[in-house]
């Protein structure tokens, strides 16, 4: 987890290479059609703004595609302006397409932990409300076993100063954002750089965790 972590700050703190629009839109829709037929198995977590959580996820070997969507809530398809207004009880989080014999759902967890505050559950930094929340979102029953005893592993080590507040639920349907928002690190470095910097998160972060890797 230690390595993961190590590897997500230098992409904070490295020029993240461009990429445009188009070329984004194919990787998605290849992502999609290998997603098909290949064993993959699918993870989702919100952890705030869904921009700031592709990276961490998108380094780890076994990782095939990350998506930005929304889940949780009770409108079909909904847009981000009604997301992000809290109307619609979704949150935002990374929809993960991983391979399960080179990545374990458990070493998913462990960098889950490393890229959020779980002891926020009124949003995330300088994104305030349910739609910004973090979660856990299960597809099955080990993944929720898994789970629950990461955190509470967490919980008994006493990492962070107060209580870890992440509801672990069952995934309803995960709706993908929209194609601007995909990879959006990537297409937008400089701002999206700007906007990790100022949101605090990477603050909060190197708090809890970079004493952890020394």
């Known amino acids: ?60 070997k076994g990782v095939h595609k990350t998506y930005s969507g929304y889940i949780g809530g009770n409108k079909k398809n909904p847009s981000y302006e009604e997301v992000s207004s809290g109307s619609t009880g979704h ?65 008994d080590k006493k990492v962070f100063d107060k209580p870890i507040v992440v509801e672990i639920t069952q995934a309803g349907t995960f709706f993908p954002a929209e194609e601007y928002h995909q990879d959006y690190y990537k297409k937008n470095p400089i701002r999206y750089k700007l906007y990790r910097f100022n949101s605090g998160r990477d603050k909060f972060l190197e708090k809890f965790w970079k004493k952890k890797s020394k």
């Open 1 to 60: 987890m230690v390595n993961i972590f190590l590897a997500f700050l230098l992409i904070g703190s490295t020029n993240l290479y461009g990429e445009s629009k188009a070329s984004a839109t194919e990787d998605k829709t290849v992502a999609k059609e290998q997603s098909t037929s290949k064993n993959l198995e699918k993870a989702v977590f919100a952890g705030g703004c869904f921009w700031c959580m592709e990276p961490a996820f998108d380094i780890v």
């Open 91 to 155: 949150t935002e989080a990374l929809e993960v397409h991983y391979d399960p014999k080179v990545v374990s759902y458990r070493e998913l967890v462990d960098v889950y932990w490393t890229t959020m505050d779980p002891t926020d559950a009124k949003g995330q930094f300088v994104d305030r409300g349910t739609q910004y929340r973090p979660g856990i979102f299960y597809y099955t029953e080990e993944q929720k076993k898994i789970a629950e005893q990461s955190k509470q592993e967490l919980t």
